[in-house]
């Protein structure tokens, strides 16, 4: 009888605990599955702007060869769907290859570029090579094209920066 009641007392504190965890599973009020992006977007429509984002850079970087060097230089491509401002911008960053002797390029070569992927306009371009940098601002909504080195860092940090949210 004790073991009866021991068992049926188990069975009943298990279902609450197994009720509190499915509870305590389901998300909150207010929880990612509800939130928008500031334009509205939810992020199940961000995530797959973000995955045709990246296939359209994919492709891009097989028809057009983002940012091409030579083998004198390393080039990496990021591609960026920004919610914001709901464009997908590829960055390009070309630095010195160590491995490539003999060269005159310098250690801290860094060129980086921020194109829209779409319209395949270049938007934003800093250079640094030696003691030499410079930048350049493309954007159709630039007020003047040169810009300082660090306001050029600045604005493609901003084009490519995550999330406001």
């Not at 970087?61 to 940012?67: E, F, N, V």
């Not at 091409?68 to 911008?89: K, M």
Request: charged share 20%.
């Amino acid at each position: 009888m004790r073991r009866a009641i021991f068992a049926l007392l188990l069975l009943l504190g298990g279902c609450g605990a197994a009720q509190q965890a499915s509870q305590s599973s389901q998300p909150p009020s207010g929880t990612a599955e509800e939130r928008h992006y500031p334009n509205g977007l939810t992020p199940v429509e961000v995530f797959d702007l973000r995955t045709k984002c990246m296939k359209l850079v994919d492709e891009g970087s097989k028809d057009l060869s983002w940012g091409l060097v030579g083998n004198a230089l390393i080039n990496s491509t990021y591609p960026h769907y920004n919610p914001d401002t709901n464009h997908c911008y590829v960055e390009t960053v070309a630095t010195k290859n160590p491995f490539y002797t003999p060269s005159d390029i310098p250690n801290n070569y860094r060129t980086a570029a921020v194109y829209d992927a779409q319209t395949r306009q270049m938007l934003v371009v800093t250079d640094q090579e030696g003691a030499r940098q410079s930048a350049q601002d493309d954007r159709p909504t630039a007020t003047s094209l040169i810009v300082t080195y660090d306001q050029g860092e600045a604005l493609i940090k901003q084009l490519m920066q995550e999330d406001a949210q």
